[in-house]
C-alpha cells in the first residue's frame, strides 16, 4: 500500500512540475487581449474563455472601428436655403418657391398669434379663420384652446 500512494504522489508531482517525460505538456500563462486579465489555465489546452472578461476571443486583439472622417465643405446659409426651397417646391408639387423673404409658419409664430388675438378679446371663430389663412391647417375650438392655454 504505501508503494502504491509513493507512486501516485509521485505520478502527481511530475505532472505537475513537468519533470517527467520531455514530451508532458507544461502549462503557461495566458493573457486576455480584450481585458489584459492574466490566469494560469487548468489544463495544458487553449482555455475557451477568458475567466475574467468571459469572451471566447481572449486570443484576438479587439478591431478598432474608425470612424469615417466628416466632409467640410464650404456653403453659404443662403445657397443651402434656396437649394433646400427649390428642392421642397419640386418634391411637393409646386410651380414655384417662393422668390421673396421667407414666412414664418413654425408652430411659436402660430402660438404668438393665439396669444395675441386671445389678449385682444377674438372670438374662437376669428383665431381659426386667421391660422387656417396664415398656416394652411384648419382647427377647431377645442384645438385652439389647447394651443392658447
Known amino acids: 500500500m504505501r508503494d502504491f500512494n509513493r507512486l501516485r504522489a509521485d505520478a ?17 500563462q495566458q493573457t486576455c487581449l ?9 489544463r495544458p ?8 472578461c ?7 486583439p479587439r478591431k478598432l472601428k ?4 466628416p466632409v467640410v465643405a ?10 433646400l ?11 414655384q418657391p417662393e422668390s421673396g423673404g421667407l414666412t414664418d409658419r413654425s408652430l411659436v409664430k402660430a402660438l404668438d398669434v393665439l396669444k395675441e388675438m386671445k ?9 381659426a379663420e386667421r391660422v387656417e389663412r396664415e398656416f394652411g391647417t384648419r382647427l377647431d375650438k377645442d384645438q385652439l384652446k389647447a394651443l392658447v392655454r
Open 12 to 28: 502527481a508531482i511530475k505532472g505537475v512540475l513537468a519533470s517527467g517525460k520531455p514530451d508532458s505538456p507544461v502549462l503557461q
Open 34 to 42: 480584450r481585458c489584459a486579465n492574466i490566469w494560469w489555465p487548468r
Open 45 to 52: 489546452q487553449k482555455p475557451l474563455r477568458c475567466p475574467g
Open 54 to 60: 468571459k469572451s471566447p476571443y481572449w486570443d484576438r
Open 66 to 69: 474608425i470612424a469615417p472622417s
Open 74 to 83: 464650404s456653403i453659404s446659409r443662403a445657397a443651402l436655403q434656396d437649394s
Open 85 to 95: 426651397r427649390t428642392e421642397l417646391a419640386k418634391a411637393l408639387g409646386t410651380s
Open 119 to 127: 389678449a385682444a378679446g377674438r372670438t374662437w371663430q376669428e383665431m
